[in-house]
């Protein structure tokens, strides 16, 4: 079990750095300036780190605070992607001053609670299904498949146009 939470960890972390760094670096950027800080790629490293390094946190303590294993174990990441999704999912009005515009954002407390209203009603439901032993590919199926549709969610949501930097 150790070695799929190490693996989708490691899956979870490097899509994160892929979105944030890569994806939606421009989004960001035009985010940062319409704040006022600099727009150098410095302080950009700087922000996406500790934004990152927040994200992971949040992902670990949900984990610890659920306490979920067995074939659900990568549904500690869905807060952090969803709060990840929310952030970037400010339409092009970000470039013209308005970083307020985020379509997701009045939604993020209800589904947050309703996630874990879910997963704690699963959790107790299906006991014994999820704790049942399985072998090393049925845990990593189970939870790459739940990993890459919380992914596809996080696209869904946030921001996909290319902005003018």
Known sequence: MRNVNIAY????LLFSIAYVFFFQKDFLLNIASSLGFQTGNDIFYVGASIFLLFLFALS??????????????????????FIMGVLTSSENSASRGNILDLNWLWLLPAIIILYFLI????KRLFYYEISKE??????ANWNLTLLFIQFIITLFIGNTNLLAC
């Open 9 to 12: 960890g490691t899956i979870f």
């Open 119 to 122: 997963l704690f009603a699963v």
């Open 134 to 139: 399985r072998g090393f590919l049925s845990l």
């Open 60 to 81: 670990f303590l949900v984990k610890r605070l659920t306490s979920v294993n067995g074939i659900i174990s990568s549904l500690c990441c869905f807060p952090a992607l």
